[in-house]
């Protein structure tokens, strides 16, 4: 099946800094991803959405500057989290699926477990 | 508010005993998807339905998408430890997806 892989899976950064989290699809090729972020025992919350070459949609209440997101080809997603700040500290998943198949399913990575000291 | 409402939002169940999860929806699907996530992983896929009425099944697990394509139940046969997880829907509208809240189940042996 459709593998998307995330990396890191885990990270702790100091406040102030920067970090970034890839998401690959190894499989197929992605023409759309998905961030999510999600909370302890909740369930994922949609950040935003980015198409390959174009620049990514983002949900309400979610700051593009500060979370920056990349789609420079179908295979890397890239999200940013510029000055990281103690309550930036959460789960962070990608999705991808190729729109071009109908009713395609997401594939998700395994998640990337951030911590802001 | 949620577009998808997901029901019940915690369930913990014996071993052995039967359940169901609600997924519904004021609103039209071209497909609905259900995942299993376990702590500190992805959702995995389990299945996608497509046409109004449709039945799947997984070994245990029955999938049904409603008439109208704007509701989804899961069943669970004979639950075991391992089902024990956050079972999401999402719904699929153009090219928008959103998840309903999930169901957190517990299996105690």
């Known amino acids: 099946g459709a593998v998307v892989s995330q990396h890191p899976s885990w990270v702790i950064c100091k406040s102030g800094t920067s970090v970034k989290i890839e998401c690959r699809s190894l499989?197929?090729?992605?023409?759309?991803m998905f961030w999510y972020r999600q909370f302890p025992k909740q369930s994922l919350m949609l950040m935003a959405t980015?198409?390959?070459?174009?620049?990514?949609?983002?949900e309400q209440g979610v700051e593009k500057d500060k979370f920056l997101i990349n789609h420079a080809s179908l295979t890397l997603s890239t999200l940013t989290v510029t000055s990281a700040h103690p309550e930036d500290s959460s789960f962070y998943i990608c999705s991808a699926t190729d729109r071009r198949t109908y009713n395609s399913p997401l594939h998700f990575g395994n998640g990337t477990r951030l911590t802001v000291t | 508010t949620q577009l998808l409402e997901q029901s019940p939002q915690f369930l913990s169940i014996q071993e052995g005993e039967n359940l169901t999860v609600y997924c519904n929806s004021s609103s039209v699907f071209s497909s609905l998807q259900w995942y299993r996530q376990e702590p500190g992983e992805g959702p995995v896929l389990l299945v996608t339905v497509v046409t109004g009425g449709e039945v799947k099944k997984l070994k245990r697990l029955t999938f049904q998408f409603g008439d109208a394509r704007k509701d989804s139940s899961l069943h669970i046969t004979a639950a075991q430890p391992g089902d024990t997880g956050l079972y999401l829907c999402?719904?699929?509208?153009?090219?928008?997806?959103?998840f309903g809240a999930g169901t957190r189940l517990t299996v105690k042996p």
């Open positions: 999402a719904g699929a509208r153009g090219n928008d997806m959103r």
């Open positions: 980015s198409n390959e070459g174009s620049k990514a949609t983002y």
């Open positions: 499989d197929f090729q992605a023409t759309t």
